[in-house]
């Protein structure tokens, strides 16, 4: 399974065993001892339903204590949260209709528990030397550290470059949105670059949640590299949708979101996306003036909700005098005039960088 794109629950079971994380130690204990080990995280009644013999433990755990019960047959059941072993020996008698695509005795069980109870189950291999989680349908093999390290620095590397082109772009954009010369093949353009940069970021995110503590590097330069895309695509989308005003931003958010790989290459996927009335990527569209006004310092959110309301369009924002701009609420004669000379900074430096 992909590092990107990760549900909840797997996030979270993968992050109960990313190195530096107590049961990734004893997980790791049962491999070098060449040994195998079936364990599942979780004791509530639904487990225990299918458990035949074994014996109670309700012991503290430790790794230490997970490889040496690995040493004898059977499952071993842990807490919800791993903190204690409640059962070890145990015999696992899941549903024999479950659907599985394994081979092997052990992982047979461990998809079919994991499938049909929603707990996380772990399968230590000794013939295969792997560790692998099942969760819900998912499954997923572990990697050691180094490989998934490496991994995540040739995606970082490609995301920067991707950054990189997306600040291009973005500042074209901004020059053409001065000049009222803004196309949809334009918006497209952009949105189809932040998206490309959302996906490897998700991609990175599932390494970093694998790592555990071996991921803080990772996390710091994901962290500044993202800075700031996230606002930006808010507000491409809140300046160019179309559609009712009773269909909700994050409703467009999460469409676009959705969309995979095939659909992000295709221009009318994202046009659909985005409500627009026309599909013609050459048609002109003005944006409302949210993602320039959001480029102005202290700024408020509700001000800038305000000035779009009150004027509809950014040239209209941009030829709107001090006096204008005083009149909506909450603006004040010192802010219009912050908003006026911050506007014509921007416009300036947009023009300059093009010309």
Do not use: C, W
């Given at each position: 399974m992909p590092s990107s794109r990760l549900s909840p629950e797997v996030r979270a079971a993968l992050a109960q065993v990313a190195p530096g994380r107590n049961l990734r130690a004893g997980l790791d204990r049962i491999l070098q001892a060449g040994m195998g080990g079936l364990i599942v995280v979780g004791d509530g009644p639904e487990v225990l339903s299918i458990c035949s013999g074994g014996f109670l433990?309700?012991?503290?755990?430790?790794?230490?204590?997970?490889?040496?019960?690995?040493?004898?047959?059977?499952?071993?059941?842990?807490?919800r949260d791993g903190s204690r072993i409640a059962r070890a020996n145990v015999h696992l008698v899941p549903d024999s209709s479950v659907p599985t695509t394994e081979t092997g005795t052990r992982h047979r069980t461990a998809e079919r528990v994991a499938r049909s109870l929603g707990v996380p189950v772990v399968a230590v291999s000794q013939r295969m030397n792997?560790?692998?989680?099942?969760?819900?349908?998912?499954?997923?093999?572990?990697?050691?550290?180094?490989?998934?390290?490496?991994?995540?620095?040739?995606?970082?590397?490609?995301?920067?470059?991707?950054?990189?082109?997306?600040?291009?772009?973005?500042?074209?954009?901004?020059?053409?949105?001065?000049?009222?010369?803004?196309?949809?093949?334009?918006?497209v353009n952009v949105l189809q670059r932040i998206e490309g940069v959302e996906r490897i970021a998700s991609e990175i995110e599932g390494y970093i949640v694998e790592l555990g503590d071996e991921g803080r590097m990772v996390r710091l330069q994901l962290v500044e590299?993202?800075?700031?895309?996230?606002?930006?695509?808010?507000?491409?989308?809140?300046?160019?949708?179309?559609?009712?005003?009773?269909?909700?931003?994050?409703?467009i958010l999460d469409d676009l979101t959705a969309l995979t790989t095939e659909d992000l290459i295709d221009p009318a996927e994202i046009v659909a996306a985005l409500r627009l009335p026309?599909?013609?990527?050459?048609?002109?569209?003005?944006p409302k003036g949210y993602r320039m006004l959001s480029r102005i310092p202290r700024l408020p959110e509700p001000i800038i909700e305000n000035i779009v309301a009150r004027f509809g369009t950014l040239q209209k924002i941009m030829r709107a005098t001090i006096d204008d701009l005083d009149d909506v609420e909450r603006v004040g004669q010192a802010r219009a005039t912050a908003i006026k000379e911050g506007l014509s900074r921007i416009a300036e430096s947009a023009i300059l960088d093009r010309y």
């Open positions: 433990l309700d012991a503290a755990f430790s790794p230490q204590r997970l490889s040496e019960l690995a040493k004898m047959d059977g499952a071993i059941i842990l807490a792997t560790i692998s989680v099942y969760i819900g349908d998912a499954r997923h093999e572990i990697e050691p550290p180094g490989r998934l390290l490496n991994r995540a620095d040739q995606a970082l590397s490609t995301l920067e470059r991707y950054r990189n082109r997306l600040e291009d772009d973005a500042s074209s954009l901004s020059t053409l949105e001065i000049e009222d010369l803004v196309t949809i093949r334009d918006v590299l993202m800075g700031g895309v996230e606002h930006d695509r808010r507000n491409i989308v809140r300046d160019y949708r179309g559609g009712p005003p009773s269909v909700a931003l994050d409703e026309t599909a013609a990527l050459d048609a002109a569209v003005s």
